[in-house]
């Protein structure tokens, strides 16, 4: 069975500052990783996702995250945060195959004070 | 390219009332996914469908939900009768199965409201 770990809840950071939001998964197979965005009163938008190319994968709005087998990890960091940062982020797995549900994380409020 | 269409965006009812949500998935996705977010228990899945055929839909917490699809276009979610602890968003996901891996493009959302 697949599953995420988001650990922590809220991540608080300034503004020019490193963003990373951490994410653990489980997967019985080599897994399929997204990280989702949302903002206040929208729906979930795809950041980026890892389907078992590079292992550093670039997203948009200059994010990017690695993929570390070994860690079973695919933590999301951004160099220097901008206030349109602050969001809800998630973190999904599928093991993709016959198993098309996406599992998600928990989600980790970001807030970026000036 | 229209992204997932929900409707209505906000919807205010009363206890015991029948519910409605609408979905039209983006053009040629062959997958639709219904979630539920609340700030208690975060984002749930509640069924999803292939190719129109509810696969698994073991996320749908009673009796009260039902969810249809009666063609590539269109689904529905129905919660009969409504309760207040059912107020929370409503979103609609889809994607193409033809991939291996499930990316899921969401709707805005549905936002509810059971008094």
């Known amino acids: 069975a697949q599953s995420v770990t988001q650990l922590g809840s809220h991540v608080s950071v300034s503004e020019g500052a490193l963003v990373l939001l951490r994410c653990n998964y489980s997967?019985?197979?080599?897994?399929?990783l997204f990280w989702y965005v949302q903002y206040p009163n929208q729906g979930l938008q795809l950041l980026l996702k890892?389907?078992?190319?590079?292992?550093l994968v670039k997203g948009i709005n200059g994010f990017e995250a690695e993929f570390k087998k070994s860690e079973t990890s695919f933590h999301l960091t951004k160099p220097s945060a901008h206030m349109s940062d602050a969001a809800e982020y998630f973190c999904?797995?599928?093991?993709?195959?016959?198993?098309?549900?996406?599992?998600f994380g928990s989600g980790t409020q970001l807030t970026v004070l000036p | 390219d229209a992204g997932v269409i929900q409707s209505p965006r906000h919807e205010v009812t009363e206890m015991g009332q029948e519910v409605t949500l609408r979905c039209k998935p983006i053009?040629?996705?062959?997958?639709l996914f219904w979630y539920r977010q609340t700030m208690m228990r975060g984002l749930e899945l509640l069924i999803y469908?292939?190719?129109?055929?509810?696969?698994?839909d073991s996320g749908m917490p009673e009796d009260r939900f039902s969810a249809k699809m009666p063609n590539a276009s269109f689904s529905t979610l129905k919660i009969q009768p409504s309760e207040p602890r059912d107020s929370a968003v409503y979103f609609c996901?889809?994607?193409?199965?033809?991939?291996?891996?499930?990316?899921?493009?969401f709707g805005p959302g549905t936002r509810l409201t059971v008094l």
């Open positions: 996901a889809s994607s193409f199965r033809g991939t291996s891996y499930n990316e899921q493009f």
């Open positions: 997967s019985s197979v080599p897994p399929y």
């Open positions: 890892y389907t078992s190319a590079a292992t």
């Open positions: 999904a797995v599928t093991e993709g195959g016959s198993a098309r549900q996406l599992t």
């Open positions: 053009s040629g996705h062959n997958s």
């Open positions: 469908f292939n190719n129109n055929v509810p696969i698994d």
